[in-house]
């Protein structure tokens, strides 16, 4: 696929239409399209559209083509790919491209040795949209700073004003959490809101599956 046929691609992923289902929308497709792709030779050009396309007004631009770039990185990870992609998240400043950057984020699994500061930084956003995005990609990276940011949210006692982000870092925490974290854990299973009592119960229960 050339840079041509990608900024047709991208084009098709923002059109905006009145439709009765979604196979017969046009951006609906072509989302489908863009996240089969698995050629890392794309990557360079995708690299350079989102550079090229700096202006605030071109973030939809940036968003797909962040999409198309995730979903690579999915399917055929590489590694300067993946820098380049998680150092614009220093970058960016629209909570909603933040956001989606970081939902893809969350379907990789990220080497323990890659630099993931920018990923941690976001999980104290004052903007929930991409705090809770980032803590959920933080389940993708097995490190003790990864943990240790998790940690933070778990050991929260205000369940009413943490519960998604309690639930959501024992999601995370259950994914690449060890035995040392199941004690941290275990203060939620008896709580009254059953999403945290169960995402720190299904925790538990990976980490321990992992351990034997």
């Not at 009765?20 to 698995?38: D, F, G, I, M, P």
Request: glycine share 4%.
């Amino acid at each position: 696929m050339d840079r041509k046929q990608l900024e047709e691609l991208i084009g098709r992923m923002a059109v905006v239409e009145k439709y009765q289902n979604s196979s017969e929308s046009v951006s609906w497709n072509a989302h489908r399209e863009a996240e089969k792709l698995t050629d890392i030779s794309i990557l360079p050009i995708l690299k350079e559209i989102i550079q090229e396309k700096a202006k605030p007004k071109e973030r939809h631009i940036r968003d797909n083509a962040y999409f198309i770039y995730g979903k690579i990185l999915k399917h055929s990870f590489d590694w300067e790919g993946c820098v380049f992609f998680i150092q614009r998240l220093a970058v960016e400043t629209d909570k909603y491209v933040l956001s989606h950057m970081l939902d893809r984020l969350a379907d990789i699994v990220i080497p323990v040795d890659m630099d993931i500061f920018p990923i941690i930084y976001h999980t104290q956003s004052e903007k929930w949209l991409i705090r809770h995005s980032a803590i959920k990609a933080l389940g993708s990276c097995a490190t003790q700073e990864s943990r240790e940011a998790l940690a933070y949210y778990i050991g929260q006692s205000d369940e009413k004003n943490y519960k998604y982000e309690i639930t959501y870092a024992n999601a995370s925490m259950g994914k690449i959490g060890t035995v040392e974290y199941i004690p941290l854990l275990e203060n939620h299973i008896h709580s009254r809101r059953p999403d945290i009592k169960g995402s720190a119960q299904i925790a538990i229960e990976r980490i321990r599956a992992r351990s034997l």
